[in-house]
């Protein structure tokens, strides 16, 4: 079924139901489903870890932790993390290092949260911070677990650098230096290790550009330099700490990821939902399962319908792949002078004029996540029913970021 047929299918779904509110965003189970094997079977075998910064929904969480292929969850923040662990989620690692004082004595005075949660640290001053901010709460039978960040951006030459700002921590000697500055506080436990190749996992490679050539060969350049540091490291941080976990990757690069023998865990989110970037990757083409509807409310002129709400604009760095995609009806565009607006967002073209006031027309985010920050809840669609309303973080809620 075709992208156009399968949201002609979910409005007829939602009408039945009666439900009319817009904005609204409709959560396909079946795509979800379907993507949730493919990652599992581009795995091979090593488990994923669900990244729930691209979900931030907890009923899509427990249905993906449900799946034989995934393992625990990579956390975005320790509230978060703590606030899973209160839900039951027993496996929590946090990929960005925390200063949340608050949080931090929560967790060392939780009974069962410092043996579910990981923390992730990359300098001596955090480890520091640690131990400072729980030191009147921590009773030395419950050290704070902690993986340390590698830093595997890919650096061929100076002044040349492909890959996120992250880790301070590139070389196998430095990961050992910090495993080793861990292992002297007692207040501590390295249990992981972290390597996070976003500029291969995270950056698109489809277009027939000169451009998209250039990211095809930096992939192709990097992944050895990764697989080697990374192994390197591995075992010099095990010459002073057993590791239950070393977790890489992310959707976009689970084949390579897996393919090295000291990763032990991918993480992966976004491949469940399919967002509108991963239709510029050549490797991997998940299924739309996030839709997101906005009401045509104005019809200002011929070839022109306004929708109320619209401008979801990704994170990252400003530009056209940040807009959300226009999914349905076809034959559409954004305003050249406005795009994707605030609170109203025209768009034009011949399939305008067929548009009414009261029509829905549906776009998909740039990114997975970051939708459900606007939103209280995802309409849960599997075949052609409504199956559920699923809250969202903030409809619990819950903000972290």
């Known amino acids: 079924m075709d992208g156009s047929a399968r949201l002609a299918e979910i409005e007829q779904a939602l009408a039945r139901e009666g439900w009319s509110e817009r904005p609204v965003a409709v959560l396909d189970l079946d795509a979800f489903d379907a993507n949730l094997a493919e ?11 669900v990244a729930s910064k691209s979900l931030r929904v907890r009923t899509l969480l427990d249905r993906a932790l449900a799946h034989p292929g995934c393992r625990g969850v990579l956390a975005y923040t320790l509230p978060e993390a703590l606030w899973l662990a209160d839900g039951g989620i027993e ?16 967790l060392a005075g939780d009974p069962s949260a410092p043996a579910a ?37 890919y650096a061929p030459l100076p002044g040349i650098r492909f890959g996120a700002h992250r880790s301070p921590v590139r070389t196998p000697a430095q990961a050992r230096e910090l495993a080793e500055e861990i292992a002297r506080r007692p207040g501590l436990e390295l249990v992981g290790l972290m390597a996070y190749e976003g500029h291969v996992a995270g950056v698109t490679d489809a277009a027939r550009t000169p451009y998209g050539a250039a990211v095809r060969t930096m992939k192709a350049l990097s992944r050895p330099d990764i697989a080697s540091r990374r192994a390197e490291a591995v075992s010099a941080v095990r010459e002073v700490a057993d590791l239950e976990f070393v977790n890489g990757g992310g959707t976009g690069s689970i084949e390579s990821t897996g393919a090295e023998a000291v990763v032990t865990e991918i993480a992966a989110g976004s491949g469940l939902v399919g967002s509108g970037l991963f239709d510029h990757y050549r490797d991997f083409h998940p299924r739309p399962a996030l839709h997101l509807g906005f009401s045509v409310v104005r019809r200002p002129a011929p070839g022109i319908a306004t929708l109320l709400g619209g401008g979801w604009i990704a994170s990252g ?8 995609t226009i999914a349905h009806p076809p034959g559409l565009a954004y ?3 406005e795009a994707a607006g605030e609170v109203q967002t025209p768009v034009v073209g011949a399939a305008a004029d067929d548009l009414r006031v009261g029509e829905t027309v549906w776009l998909r985010h740039a990114k997975a996540g970051e939708p459900a920050e606007h939103l209280a809840a995802y309409v849960l669609i599997s075949g052609d029913e409504v199956v559920a309303a699923a809250p969202t973080y903030r409809g619990e809620g819950a903000v972290f970021l």
């Open 39 to 49: 990652l599992a079977r581009r795995a091979d075998g090593t488990p994923l870890r």
């Open 91 to 106: 496996d929590l690692v946090v990929a960005y290092p925390t200063t949340d004082r608050a949080a931090l004595r929560r």
């Open 117 to 153: 949660i990981t923390l992730m640290v990359d300098e001596v001053a955090q480890l520091e911070l640690l131990l400072d901010a729980t030191s009147d709460v921590r009773d030395g039978t419950r050290p704070i677990r902690v993986a340390i960040e590698l830093d595997v951006s």
């Open 317 to 324: 760095v400003p530009g056209q792949d940040r807009l959300p």
């Open 335 to 337: 305003a050249p002078q």
